[in-house]
């Protein structure tokens, strides 16, 4: 395969507006699917894993679990979420592995926050007994961290350092990090030297077909073709990929918004 994975963007609309999140500044769109079964026809043998997510709340998409299913017979599916409405996928046998943003909870009080977690906990029980991966994902200075991490302790009765990932069950983990800078002309990271691993083992698509290098191009400003109307080979060997490809490999950042983007090389100095 090409590539390890591939993130999907079934919809850039969220429920939420949280001030970790670069926020969407393109129309809010659901993929249809239609749309959605062309896609998969194109990236077929080029990964095994898809991830549904850029931006947006994917369990916000009315047929979610038709996209899963629809999926599933050729991928490994993944997705990412904020739990707000992860009941709609509870019961859903075909999914690899859920990432719950458990930082998604700010200013709630603790009331709500028992309420949110209580369900989340119920949807994680169900999902591990299909033999889905549950990946809890927190940042380091959520103001509700205590909290959270006090309700699964108390829910895995298993001690937590609040600094540091651990596994907390059988298929169940808890991915403990610091915030990282969205890339964006505008912020105050810029380094032409570095790395990524977009274009070398993964790229990502927009709701509107527009093919990304990674996860982090939300707003699509490194247009590498259009997954609708290119082919996905054309795209691969097109001369903007395969520059961004041979500088990421020579440790040069050659588009301005990856110079302005320190996720990769961060997580590499851990």
């Known amino acids: 395969m090409i590539f390890k994975k591939i993130y999907v963007e079934i919809t850039n609309h969220c429920n939420l507006n949280c001030p970790f999140c670069i926020g969407n500044t393109r129309p809010q769109e659901f993929i249809s699917l239609e749309k959605f079964q062309l896609l998969l026809q194109k990236i077929k043998g080029y990964t095994n894993y898809l991830y549904f997510h850029v931006l947006g709340e994917p369990l916000l998409h009315p047929d979610i679990n038709t996209l899963i299913d629809l999926a599933s017979q050729n991928f490994q599916i993944n997705l990412t979420t904020n739990g707000f409405f992860i009941e709609r996928i509870m019961h859903n046998p075909n999914i690899r592995q859920v990432n719950i943003s458990l930082q998604s909870i700010l200013n709630y009080d603790v009331e709500t926050i028992k309420k949110y977690l209580d369900k989340v906990f119920l949807a994680s029980d169900n999902l591990v007994k ?141």
Do not use: M
């Open 130 to 270: 299909n033999n889905t991966i549950i990946n809890y994902r927190i940042w380091i200075d959520n103001q509700n961290k205590d909290i959270i991490i006090k309700a699964l302790k108390d829910k895995y009765n298993v001690e937590i350092d609040s600094s540091h990932s651990c596994v907390l069950a059988p298929n169940i983990y808890l991915q403990i990090e610091k915030e990282f800078i969205w890339p964006n002309k505008n912020n105050s990271y810029y380094n032409i030297n570095g790395s990524c691993l977009g274009c070398r083992d993964h790229i990502g698509i927009l709701v509107d077909g527009t093919v990304v290098p990674c996860c982090l191009d939300s707003s699509g400003i490194i247009k590498l073709g259009n997954i609708y109307k290119d082919d996905l080979d054309n795209i691969i060997k097109s001369k903007l990929f395969q520059e961004l490809k041979k500088g990421f490999e020579n440790n040069q950042k050659i588009h301005f918004l990856c110079r302005s983007c320190n996720f990769y090389d961060s997580k590499r100095k851990k």
